[in-house]
C-alpha cells in the first residue's frame, strides 16, 4: 500500500516535496518510483530509487531540479520539486517494482499491471 501526499498549486520557480508512505512492506524491498501524467498526456517516468537507496536516476526533464531520497525509519520516500516550471504540472504517483535504477542505465514500467500503485496527488504549477 502507497500514499501520495503533498501535492498542491505552486507558483513557477517554487518548490514542493511529496512524500510516498508505504506500508506492508520495507523501502529494502523494492524499487520505488515516481511517476507523473500531465493533462491530455501518457505517463511518464520522473524518479527511481533502488532498493539499497544507493543508486537514483532521473528524467533528462527534471535531472537537476529534483531530487529522490528516503527515510527508511517512516517508510517514507521523498521527491523534492525545486524551481517548478508549468510543465511539471501533472498527478504524481508513486510505485513499488515499477522502476530499475542502476549504474548506467534505468528503466520504468508505465502499466499499472506492474508493480504497486498509489492513487496520486496533484501538483499545479501556474502564476
Known amino acids: 500500500h502507497l500514499v501520495e501526499s503533498g501535492g498542491g498549486w505552486v507558483q513557477p520557480g517554487e518548490s514542493r516535496r511529496l512524500s510516498c508512505t508505504v506500508s506492508?512492506?520495507?523501502?529494502?524491498?523494492?524499487?520505488i518510483g515516481w511517476f507523473r501524467q500531465a493533462p491530455g498526456k501518457g505517463r511518464e517516468g520522473v524518479s527511481c530509487?533502488?532498493?539499497?537507496?544507493?543508486?537514483?536516476a532521473y528524467a533528462d526533464s527534471v535531472k537537476g531540479r529534483f531530487a529522490i531520497s528516503r527515510d527508511k525509519a517512516k517508510n517514507t520516500v521523498y521527491l523534492q520539486m525545486n524551481s517548478l516550471k508549468p510543465e511539471d504540472t501533472g498527478i504524481y504517483y508513486c510505485?513499488?517494482?515499477?522502476?530499475?535504477?542502476?549504474?548506467?542505465?534505468?528503466?520504468?514500467?508505465?502499466?499499472?499491471?506492474?508493480?504497486?500503485w498509489g492513487q496520486g496527488t496533484q501538483v499545479t504549477v501556474s502564476s
Open positions: 530509487l533502488s532498493p539499497s537507496g544507493e543508486m537514483t
Open positions: 506492508g512492506f520495507t523501502l529494502d524491498t523494492y524499487a
Open positions: 510505485a513499488a517494482d515499477a522502476c530499475g535504477a542502476y549504474e548506467r542505465s534505468s528503466y520504468y514500467e508505465l502499466s499499472e499491471n506492474v508493480g504497486f
